[in-house]
């Protein structure tokens, strides 16, 4: 028998999937389970963007292989997405590479970046894929704790000066999966001028930016002057423009960042499907108003689940941006029994927020990617349960 290699005896199959296959065996049940575990978005992008990939994909031409750069249209999109939504002015020829979704590009960097032995600055909770990334590239992950009191921003006083020194990497990410917080510019600021200091490469990833209510504004990184000599920015369609299946995402830097992932990726995959590309192209440059309606529609089912909450007791903080509530738990329960007993005799399912780190016990994850409906039979729901479960605390 020929045995798996060291390196993955211990990786763990992503939660999602461990999830996934619960709920199939449930719902072949019979049972009639509510999915806001995953952050899986459930409207479809406008149809100018699906157009242009069916047009697209009956020219006879568009079948090969593309470059690993992807074609300069897209490039060019990428970099007027930025200068819209950020103010922020990029060469496409040398600062944007696409990626096949920005879960490619966060796991692939460490391999392109970080040495057996590396330390790498990981939020706690967070994203799996920095860790995931990081272990498998034989990296040191040193995780951070993302705290209510400092309204789930990275205390670096309190990490110690010879690991500040040591990182090579820091992984951030606001608006933040899981806990729907947002970071100011100024946080940013103090972001860049200690990298200057320590020499860290920082990898924002922007997954969420566009996702925001209330009129705020989410930040790129590279808004702040300075920024693209320590940073490389992750940022997806997957969110912004409802498109998580169709896997287009870009690393967005200065070109000696982007040179070794490039490298990197020749060797890994063959480019994209060019109809998907120019759909992509389109989804940035055209019209961008129907944004602001989605938006609005997840905010509607914010409020909605938000006020049952509420109800019951349970004081989740009412999120600005992202997809998510991030919800504390009652006392006395932890987050996994407590999402197993939810998924159990509520039919929902939502995500502990140990999946994202030990700091994330305590919480739960509420992904807001259902109908209005949904929503609210989930949210009413889980209102039946609690008083239950506050009876029952393990
Ligand atoms: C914080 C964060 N980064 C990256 C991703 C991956 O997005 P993509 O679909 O571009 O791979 C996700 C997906 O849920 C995410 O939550």
Not at 330 to 347: K, N, R
Request: net charge negative; hydrophobic share 40%; with cysteine.
């Amino acid at each position: 028998m020929t045995r798996i290699a060291e390196r993955l005896a211990n990786y763990k199959l992503h939660y999602f999937a461990r999830i996934g296959a619960r709920i199939s065996a449930m719902q072949a049940d019979g049972q009639d389970i509510i999915r806001l575990d995953e952050g899986a978005p459930d409207l479809p992008p406008p149809d100018f963007v699906i157009d242009r990939l069916t047009s697209a994909a009956r020219r006879p031409s568009t079948h090969s292989y593309q470059p690993h750069r992807g074609t300069s249209g897209l490039r060019a999109a990428w970099a007027v997405m930025y200068e819209r939504s950020y103010q922020v002015k990029l060469n496409p020829e040398t600062d944007v590479l696409p990626l096949m979704g920005s879960k490619e590009g966060i796991f692939h960097l460490p391999f392109a970046f970080v040495n057996p032995g590396d330390i790498v600055l990981i939020p706690d909770p967070g994203y799996i894929t920095y860790t995931r990334g990081t272990l498998l590239a034989q990296g040191v992950p040193y995780y951070i704790p993302l705290e209510q009191k400092n309204q789930f921003l990275p205390d670096f006083s309190r990490i110690p000066e010879a690991i500040l020194r040591e990182a090579k990497i820091l992984w951030l990410n606001y608006p933040n999966n899981p806990t729907a917080a947002m970071a100011p510019l100024s946080f940013f600021e103090e972001v860049v001028s200690l990298a200057h200091k320590y020499g860290w490469l920082v990898c924002h990833d922007a997954a969420y930016t566009q996702v925001t209510f209330n009129e705020v504004h989410a930040p790129s990184i590279h808004q702040v002057p300075g920024a693209k000599d320590v940073a490389l920015e992750f940022n997806t369609l997957s969110k912004s423009h409802n498109m998580a299946g169709w896997r287009v995402a870009a690393v967005i830097g200065r070109s000696e960042f982007i040179q070794p992932f490039y490298t990197l990726k020749t060797n890994v995959d063959s480019g994209h499907f060019l109809p998907v590309l120019e759909a992509a192209e389109t989804a940035m440059t055209g019209d961008q108003s129907w944004i602001r309606a989605r938006n609005q529609i997840y905010r509607e089912r914010r409020d909605i689940f938000i006020q049952r909450l509420h109800e019951i007791g349970l004081h989740a903080e009412t999120p600005d941006a992202s997809l998510y509530i991030w919800c504390p738990i009652l006392p006395g329960w932890t987050s996994e029994i407590f999402c197993t007993a939810l998924l159990e005799e509520a039919q929902v399912s939502l995500t502990p927020g140990t999946v994202f780190g030990n700091f994330g016990e305590g919480y739960i994850r509420i992904s807001l990617t259902a109908s209005n409906d949904r929503i609210q039979e989930a949210a009413d729901r889980i209102a039946r349960v609690v008083p239950v479960l506050r009876e029952r605390a393990v």
